[in-house]
């Protein structure tokens, strides 16, 4: 694989320009709260999965607990998310967002929502179809390589 290669190149950019159009709007919304994105996927996945054990985010965001402490323990002092032990073992925290937590959620979600809905409709089902195969493909992706 050459490091010049016009083609990968342009894709490298596109996914780039991609992603900060898609976390332009959610990164404005948290920069108010003095949050960052790291803040939002832990959102994300919480509210996606009520309940979700500890272990169960980092395994999800692929970090290790001393990254996700310092991120999680500011959400909770926000009130955003609460933890609570497991019923079926002590050991285990179980974490859901607070109703301020689902609010700042939502409304997270809501820009990008619009955003995939309005370029999902503009180019067409064959497209997506195909965005989420290669979308699939890369987040199934070994660190990136393969």
Partial sequence: ?????????????????????????????LAERDLARVHHRIIYFVGRD??????????????SKQALNAPLRRLQELGLIAAVLSEQDRRVKCLTLTEEGAKLDTELSASQHKLLTSIFNICGTEAETGWRMVMTALANSEKGQR
């Fill in 1 to 29: 694989m050459k490091k010049n290669d016009p083609r990968l190149n342009a894709a490298q950019e596109l996914l780039f320009f991609g992603y900060r159009a898609f976390t332009a709007l959610p990164d404005e919304i």
């Fill in 50 to 63: 009520p309940g979700l054990s500890v272990n169960k985010l980092l395994s999800k965001l692929g970090v």
